[in-house]
């Protein structure tokens, strides 16, 4: 299993960035799908699931600013995050649990700064 995150940068407050994760080695389109992030001496935390099923959830901090979504033609997952706050700054890394393992990518920076 390898999950490639990638999109991540430095934008102000108010500002958009995509995030997207690019996975193989298992079977994409069969599998939940999950974005965390973590920021500096903070636990890593859950910013969204995307389900199979086609249920969607968010972290009350991100609802109605992140939309989560996948192209399962193209194995990749994405976050869309609008109205960005510093509190937004983080390590953003894409996640599946593959076969009872968490699998995670290598993260991706996103600071969110005047």
């Known amino acids: 299993v390898q999950l490639v995150e990638s999109g991540g940068g430095s934008v102000q407050p108010g500002g958009s960035l995509k995030l997207s994760c690019v996975a193989s080695g298992f079977t994409f389109s069969w599998y939940d799908l999950r974005w965390y992030r973590q920021a500096p001496g903070k636990e890593r935390e859950l910013v969204a699931t995307?389900?199979?099923?086609?249920?969607?959830t968010y972290a009350d901090s991100v609802k109605g600013r992140f939309t989560i979504s996948r192209d399962n033609a193209k194995n990749t997952m994405y976050l869309q995050m609008n109205s960005l706050k510093p509190e937004d700054t983080a390590v953003y890394y894409c996640n599946v649990k593959y076969s009872t393992v968490d699998w995670w990518g290598q993260g991706t920076q996103v600071t969110v700064s005047s």
């Open positions: 995307i389900r199979i099923t086609g249920g969607n």
